[in-house]
């Protein structure tokens, strides 16, 4: 408006706003009342008519009061439907830590939906008194590793810091100089270690460590060897390290404990993956803690679990920061399903989704990817849609540099980066990855039942 004051503008352009008593009194609103508190529908309207303030005052025009509750009704939508939404996760990263990790199987899901209401978390039904909240999940965690005893936590983070806390406060801790790592999330070694009050004694070089490295560093003070897997990342070449069995020797000979924190938790070899530590040789070869993680290869939910002998465990369990790190109850139930499942392996590996997708065979994740192919057929003939072989990961930092063979359905064309969005945007989420100017969505950690969701939405992102 040239020729005006800017605060003429100003009040011009405000008057042509419309108030919040004028929307609240439109029929849309009216209708919103059927599924949102007015006070919510109250504050969208407040948002968006403060929002549309700032915009004028930006230079925008003012929009129309249908714009302005159409805005409204999606923040409402937005807000109802929560931060956390469903996903499907066509990354090709089996165990996305950023997409929740392992996805639980059926029957932990179903056991935690139990125990969110009232159950018998310390309770002990036959005595009619307090019990103890990790009555079920010890003993299969002892029975699954063949060690003494058992503790779970809240995360792996939190069981290597118990463990340090409790076992070697005050005194020295040997660590090979390749193990000094960061997991995701600024999770450092040696940082844990000082924040536990215990003196870090770093022996050996990144890429080769000896047993007499770490003999030599022992000292009157030093309480605990610690080995810690370098899940995310691999040493090659020219390297050495001391084994588990090795540093067994010497940690008994001297009055030591062994840690072994092996992360990602396999409790058994797995199918043509045999980089991978398992807890139970870790235990076999004389560790005496082996700390691994619920929510990698376990297929659980997220949790740290230590097991080992009786006299390296019961210290954590008296640890004053042991109930700063317990597990919540829905934890503890999903968690004692997903071991009971893990008793019978053959079992675990079709119920237990994180090995069920490391284990499938290609020609079950061609099959697959042709059916989402035939799902597109007759989409817009510019989509350039084909089967294509992936290479997957198991992710979480387990197996890291091991290939997965795969299959996608790749999608080509231009507006590939726009239809990803839409598809991450949509309900449910779909989340691929874009590769070389293609969208690529991976069948990796798709399950069978989900393929014609992905369908529907690669339809509904199109239209
Ligand atoms: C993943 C990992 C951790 C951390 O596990 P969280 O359960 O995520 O806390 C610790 N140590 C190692 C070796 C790991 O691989």
Redesign the pocket.
Known sequence: MPGLGSDERESIGLRALPSLQRLLEAPETVALLAAYPRSEIVAALRGVLAAARTGFVAGQSVPGAGVLLKEAEAALRAGASGGMRPVINATGIALHTNLGRAPLAVEAIEAAMQAAGCCTLEYDLEAGERGQRLAGVEPLLVRLTGAEAAVAVN????A?LLALGALAAGGEVIVSRGEL?E?GGG?RIPDVIRQCGAVLVEVGTTNRTRLADYADAVTPATRMVLK??P??YRILGFTAEATVGELAWLTRARGLVLMD????GALGPLRGRDAEPTVRGALASGADLVAF????LLGGP?A?LVVGRHAAIDPLRRHPLMRAVRLDKMTVAALEATLRLHLDPDRAALRVPALRMLGQDEAVLQARAERLLAELAGLDAGLDARVEATVGEAG??SLPGVGIASRGVTVGGTGIEELARRLRMGDPAVVGRVAQGRLVLDLLAVGDDEVEAVGAAVRCALA
Do not use: L, R
Request: no cysteine.
């Open positions: 995360n792996t983070a939190a290597v790592v997991i999770f810690v897997h899940s995310n924190d092996v992360g990602s993680s619920g929510d990698k997220q740290g979480a930092g």
